[in-house]
């Protein structure tokens, strides 16, 4: 029934005890216990396992109230949240001291572990977005097997598997190191498997999908709009992508800083007319030489949701263009480079090439090749990167059914 203030106050206790949907608020309950008190509950899933939380009692705590408690708690859920847990995590007793809270641990082992450490920021960054954001403010002998778990099955069911794995494996590092420093006696996260099997993916958009994802772009708009179009145009990794800055840009060139590359080799990257273009045309922060930036302080984040945005916005204009829904199958960010480097491909570009421009050690450039062949591809780079970009020019524009490629000689 659609709950009321008046229904709730005259709703009587029964010789068992009542619970009451809200059809205003789905998953909220009125519960009436037999000897008349009433209060309200929630219901949720996390993990996969149905939940419950206890959100008060009536009626010191309303009907407008209690609504509201379980929209906050039903959107922590849907974010892979666990609300009955971070309430009790907040009523429970405080460390004494901050030695033993996660984050001033967590302080001290990226102070002296993590900063030692190449990929060091990646795995801080990580942790800080996922653990301590969550566990922060707890003590670390408080932290079980379970809460483990809970957190990597909350992250795995919001779509992000993955990062889930990575983030046991980050967890699993700092944890042991807390045994090592005899802060604890044994890792809550021994034992742990990964959350799923990992497959390598071998997702490439089709010409249809790029043109939808294009569109997408152009009516989501800044920041993800821009972001879309340079990891497609350039072919370039997320990271990279998202912390240009204007001291990295000379002209047509992107000059990469082996400090932002993942395998640590300065890279230079050619801009296509297209790709200036998506630079020139951001609305730019004041006082800022970062081009991706929401604060003007540091580089675009919260990937997952601005990959959803673009998803959204792409599923919009593929139901736009075929006048009913279209179901496209999901893609990640990283599935952009593929993309690229099977453009390149497909314009008969060859593979040392490709390789040349998405900085990669691997392959044909690996081994003997890459110690004594120095040539950087810098011409051949530009021609692919330039012919790439009038490719998705023509598939953005629907007119791609004849590819030109690129002949041997040319490159």
Not at 252 to 280: E, M
Not at 384 to 409: C, H, P, Q
């Amino acid at each position: 029934m659609k709950l009321t203030a008046a229904t709730v106050d005259k709703l009587q206790p029964t010789d068992r005890r009542q619970e009451i949907p809200d059809a205003l608020c789905v998953g909220l309950y009125l519960t009436v216990q037999p000897t008349g008190k009433k209060g309200w509950q929630v219901r949720y899933r996390n993990g996969g396992v149905h939940r419950r939380m206890t959100l008060g009692a009536y009626p010191i705590l309303s009907l407008a109230d209690a609504r509201q408690r379980a929209r906050d708690a039903l959107a922590a859920a849907a974010e892979g949240r666990d609300p009955a847990e971070e309430v009790r995590a907040a009523k429970a007793p405080k460390p004494e001291t901050d030695r033993d809270r996660v984050a001033t641990l967590f302080g001290t082992y990226a102070k002296r572990h993590l900063a030692k450490l190449k990929s060091g920021d990646v795995v801080k960054r990580e942790l800080e977005r996922h653990v301590i954001a969550a566990w922060g403010d707890r003590d670390i002998h408080g932290i079980a097997r379970r809460d483990v778990l809970d957190l990597l099955d909350g992250i795995a069911d919001s779509g992000r598997v993955v990062t889930a794995n990575r983030v046991r494996s980050y967890l699993s590092g700092f944890l042991n190191w807390c045994v090592e420093r005899d802060v604890i006696g044994a890792s809550p996260a021994a034992g742990v498997r990964p959350v799923a099997k990992e497959v390598s993916r071998d997702r490439v958009l089709t010409d249809d999908e790029i043109r939808w994802f294009w569109r997408g772009c152009e009516a989501e708009g800044f920041p993800w709009g821009p972001l879309g179009k340079l990891l497609l145009l350039t072919g370039q990794r997320l990271s990279e992508v998202a912390g240009i800055r204007d001291g990295e840009i000379e002209g047509q060139v992107w000059l990469l800083p082996g400090a932002r590359v993942k395998n640590g080799r300065a890279h230079h990257v050619p801009l296509s007319d297209a790709a200036r273009a998506v630079l020139d045309g951001m609305d730019r922060f004041a006082g800022t030489d970062l081009y991706l930036t929401t604060n003007a302080e540091t580089p675009v984040s919260g990937f997952h949701k601005g990959r959803q945005r673009l998803a959204e916005a792409m599923a919009k204009a593929a139901a736009e263009e075929r006048g009913e829904a279209v179901e496209i199958p999901h893609w990640g960010f990283h599935d952009l480079r593929r993309t690229a480097a099977t453009g390149m491909a497909r314009l008969g570009i060859p593979v040392r090439v490709t390789e040349a421009v998405l900085n990669h050690v691997s392959g044909t450039a690996s081994g003997i090749v890459s110690v004594y062949q120095r040539h950087d591809y810098a011409d051949e780079k530009r021609r692919a990167l330039d012919a790439w970009a009038g490719l998705v020019k023509e598939i953005a524009e629907g007119k791609a059914e004849n590819v030109v490629r690129i002949g041997r000689g040319s490159v």
